[in-house]
């Protein structure tokens, strides 16, 4: 008998791929051993597949990647804060190929380091490394978005220098 696990995942890229083992590999092995093998192969197969996307979208989109880069920094200054340097970390939100073109950063700005990045549909603004004392609520009273101590979440850019500019006022 002859053990194939053919799991095909429908998305843009048409990734198709087939899992086989060979019979002498699970002699013995009864038939709901055998079924039970289809759950790792299909984590191996999602693994492969994610592996791939990834790549793709580092050969592909890093331009994408840089602009997203380059608009958390122009929100920065375009408050007026100095931005000494920064440093890009991967999304803290999901590490995933999707989420490749949508990097965090740590920007070392006049009022301390701020941690930006897109979670879903709005960017994480982040000032718990500062030395400002008021928290979200405290800072942005009105605003009926998630907050949580010292993190707010934008809705787009403008939102985040908006937000930027309460934080510049605050320190």
């Known amino acids: 008998m002859r053990v194939l696990a053919g799991i095909q995942t429908y ?11 060979n019979d002498e590999a ?21 693994a492969l597949h994610e592996s791939i996307r990834l790549l793709r979208a580092k050969r592909d989109q890093s331009d994408v ?10 929100a920065i200054k375009s408050t007026g804060l100095e931005c000494s340097w920064h440093k890009v970390i991967d999304n803290e939100y999901c590490n995933g190929a999707s989420y490749w073109t949508r990097p965090w950063i740590i920007a070392y700005s006049s009022i301390g380091p701020l941690k930006i990045g897109w979670r879903k549909r709005v960017i994480v603004l982040d000032w718990s490394e500062t030395p400002i004392e008021e928290t979200a609520n405290e800072l942005f009273p009105d605003e009926d978005v998630t907050k949580i101590d010292k993190e707010i979440h934008c809705w787009g850019y403008d939102k985040l220098y908006e937000y930027l500019k309460v934080l510049k006022s605050a320190e």
């Open 65 to 74: 990647r840089e602009g997203v880069i380059k608009q958390y920094l122009y």
């Open 11 to 21: 998305s843009i890229d048409k990734f198709h791929c087939e899992v086989m083992i």
């Open 26 to 46: 699970l002699e013995g092995f009864t038939d709901q051993e055998k079924w039970d093998l289809s759950y790792p192969m299909r984590l191996a197969v999602d």
